[in-house]
């Protein structure tokens, strides 16, 4: 997990999510999380920022089973590493 010197109850650094959102499979993953429920990204979003990880996972579950989405995110996972 990534640490936030900052605000310590975020798993990754502002600057991670950036540089991930900033990637072309970032943008794709965010365009197709928006298609499929901005109201649940939003409210996803909400969520991690309160800490609760696994309600925002359970938010974007059902986007994420798109296997578009799905292979964006192992390929960003791999960029990770």
């Known amino acids: 997990m990534f640490s936030n010197a900052a605000n310590n109850s975020l ?8 540089r991930v ?3 072309p499979e ?9 298609a499929g429920g901005g109201d649940a990204l939003h409210q996803a979003a909400q969520a ?4 609760d990880y696994a309600g925002a996972q359970a938010l974007l579950a ?3 089973r798109d296997p578009e989405a799905a292979a964006l995110v ?5 960029q990770a590493k």
């Not at 798993?11 to 950036?18: A, H, R, T, V, Y």
């Not at 970032?26 to 928006?34: E, F, V, W, Y």
């Not at 991690?48 to 800490?51: L, S, T």
């Not at 192992?74 to 791999?78: N, V």
């Open 74 to 78: 192992e390929r960003l996972k791999k």
């Open 62 to 64: 059902p986007m994420l």
């Open 26 to 34: 970032g943008r794709k993953l965010l365009s197709i999380l928006r």
């Open 11 to 18: 798993p990754f650094s502002e600057e991670d999510l950036q």
């Open 21 to 23: 959102l900033s990637s």
């Open 48 to 51: 991690a920022g309160r800490g």
